[in-house]
């Protein structure tokens, strides 16, 4: 049978319908219902969407009482697939309806609502600073791209806060506005009065926190939120009730605190992994147990911290496991570590089913959007960034650029134009193999053969070990070979069985060869920028017992600190630690007085009381003759 959840999740009875597509029979709630569940705002389980189709299979459904909120419908199937309903036409709060959007596909994946907390939890991060014009275009941009919730700070925090988060509320944007507050009388009226869909109301349940912060009983924690709840639901506003560090706390006092909540019509139960401490099983046994107590009626709203690495990992376990809403932010900025990313849970769940997560979220607007909020927060893009950092569709090996070239999803499982960014393959490095340059080759439109590719190829992978080779310089050297009369593979020559001409054939193959490796070098040796000879290149050479690897580490720091070029060109230290060992490095650098640093830093190290067993000796070394007047 089929059936769908809309007000309530898991709820069977009310008004039968057909559906003129297909001629599924669906069970819709019944109107009654609906109003119940709209007089507190929205539905409990799914409330996240406004929604605009006015009719199902030609019938009238829904309720367009003033103050109505958004349901969400879903469809699931003996095949296992949850299948998304047109939305009903019910307005939000400010009588608002978003345009009509197309039927979902089947998924496979269960019903799950983002929120997104850059605006929020993404204002506690360290260098994060935002302005009033900042917080309203990454609102409108997070809901341009199908976010169901905006999550805003504390509108108590200040005054500007408040007007902030009453002007975001006024936007008529797609998504819900809501605003975190503490769980207390003065915030929830003024989070009311703000004039948003939403409050999230969180207060600390573990041993740690109530100790240090409110100093009240679980008994007192639930007289408090009660109030609060009850305050926030008079006022048709939907209410999330989290317990602030729940993987700390005990869980029976957690499912003591919620049972009461859902007495009294919270919409909501969340879990805070404040402090990143859970691991996936944890997630998965404590989600499992709250949705056991709370019923199938209630939301889970899953927010966890990134401290240990399980943001993501943790997220899809908690989707998995009956949680309905995530926590996000963008780039996961937010206190410490930050929280599950936006672009990153997008990733995860795009695996899974990706034309869903294609048909339900605009991806492309995912790179724009973080390159905004990172020049907000002060911080670079990781390079491995899901999906929009620098390597995230980067292929360099030989063995992985022939076979991306010739079928992507071999070493991608991701289709990066879903999400409006470019693959790229390394060309010029010492890794690349010839079928890399033939391809890029083909690119430029010029014709060369395979065998002057493949002579080609192997000058550049030995020059790349001394230089970096540019993209430019790859391409000089293909257009000045595409230049030259094309001869044919030498090895063709090796065929010929007639002793006549087999010496002059033998003859041919070996011109043939010298034109072609004459001419890839040629082409090398005339790259455009090409730094043969640097402007001040000098070897620092250090001799001693440098057996304590303390006193290397430390000359390796310098090194890097100094911010100059530099390669290490041997590093001899032998297991005896009685024998004399020896490191050299090369530097290159702009001028003379920035290498004349380096050695004095070098040398001052060397010199230390920490290091004197090293008995340390530093001399600039030319041609690997130690120069004993610079030591």
């Not at 496979?108 to 994060?128: K, V, W, Y």
């Not at 939120?225 to 993987?247: G, I, K, M, T």
């Not at 969340?270 to 998965?284: F, K, M, N």
């Not at 996961?332 to 339900?360: C, F, M, Q, S």
């Amino acid at each position: 049978q089929v059936h769908i959840g809309c007000a309530m999740w898991g709820m069977r009875s009310g008004l039968r319908v057909g559906r003129a597509v297909t001629g599924e029979a669906v069970w819709m709630p019944n109107v009654e219902t609906c109003r119940r569940s709209v007089s507190t705002q929205s539905p409990r389980a799914f409330g996240a969407w406004d929604m605009s189709r006015g009719s199902i299979g030609g019938t009238a459904v829904g309720n367009n009482a003033a103050g109505a909120a958004p349901s969400a419908a879903w469809v699931g199937h003996a095949d296992g697939h949850h299948h998304a309903l047109p939305p009903l036409h019910v307005p939000n709060r400010r009588g608002l309806c978003i345009p009509p959007v197309a039927s979902l596909p089947a998924t496979t994946l269960p019903p799950f609502f983002i929120t997104d907390s850059t605006l929020r939890e993404g204002e506690q991060f360290a260098s994060a600073e935002f302005t009033t014009q900042d917080r309203v275009y990454i609102a409108k941009l997070v809901s341009d791209m199908g976010v169901d919730y905006i999550e805003l700070v504390n509108p108590i925090a200040s005054d500007k806060a408040f007007l902030e988060c009453q002007e975001i509320a006024r936007l008529g944007l797609k998504s819900k506005i809501a605003v975190h507050i503490r769980c207390h009388q003065d915030d929830v009226t003024a989070a009311v009065k703000s004039g948003v869909d939403a409050v999230n109301v969180y207060m600390a349940t573990s041993d740690a926190l109530r100790a240090h912060s409110h100093k009240k009983s679980i008994a007192e924690v639930i007289e408090t939120a009660v109030q609060v709840v009850q305050f926030a639901l008079e006022h048709n506003v939907e209410v999330r009730f989290s317990c602030e560090d729940a993987f700390r706390s005990n869980l029976d006092d957690i499912l003591e605190v919620y049972r009461a909540l859902v007495d009294v019509g919270v919409h909501r139960v969340g879990l805070a992994d404040t402090v990143g401490v859970a691991t996936p099983e944890q997630v998965r046994e404590v989600t499992t147990r709250v949705r056991e107590a709370v019923g199938p009626d209630v939301g889970i709203n899953f927010h966890t911290h990134n401290d240990t690495g399980c943001c993501i990992a943790n997220a899809l376990v908690a989707i998995e496991s009956g949680a309905t809403h995530i926590d996000t932010s963008i780039l996961g900025i937010g206190e410490r570590n930050g929280i599950t990313p936006l672009g990153g849970l997008l990733a995860r769940l795009y695996t899974l089913d990706p034309d869903y997560v294609k048909a339900r979220f605009r991806l492309p607007v995912l790179a724009h959007l973080e390159r905004y909020v990172a020049r907000c927060a002060g911080v670079d893009i990781p390079f491995n960034n899901y999906i929009t950092g620098s390597s995230a569709f980067t292929h360099k090996a030989g063995v992985h650029s022939k076979a991306v070239m010739q079928n992507p999803s071999s070493y991608e499982v991701i289709n990066p134009a879903d999400f409006g960014v470019d693959r790229k393959i390394e060309l010029a490095h010492r890794l690349t193999g010839w079928n890399a340059l033939s391809a890029r080759a083909k690119e430029l439109n010029l014709n060369i053969g395979d065998t002057q590719i493949k002579i080609a190829t192997g000058i550049i992978k030995n020059m790349a070990d001394e230089e970096t080779v540019s993209l430019v310089q790859l391409d000089h050297v293909l257009m000045t070979l595409a230049n030259v009369p094309q001869l044919p593979d030498p090895e063709l020559l090796s065929a010929e069985t007639d002793d006549s001409l087999s010496e002059s054939a033998a003859l041919a193959k070996a011109a043939i060869a010298r034109f072609m490796v004459a001419a890839a070098q040629h082409a090398v040796d005339t790259m455009p920028n090409r730094i043969l000879d640097p402007v001040t290149t000098r070897v620092i050479r250090v001799d001693g017992h440098l057996f304590d690897t303390a006193i290397v580490n430390r000359i390796m720091d310098i090194c890097v600190d100094s911010q100059i070029d530099f390669k290490v060109l041997s590093l001899d230290i032998p297991n005896n630690n009685a024998a004399p060992s020896t490191t050299r490095i090369r530097f290159a650098a702009s001028d003379e007085t920035k290498l004349q640093a380096v050695f004095d830093s070098i040398i001052e190290l060397a010199g230390s009381t920490r290091f004197e067993l090293a008995n340390a000796t530093v001399y600039w070394d030319t041609d690997g003759v130690p120069q004993m007047e610079n030591s």
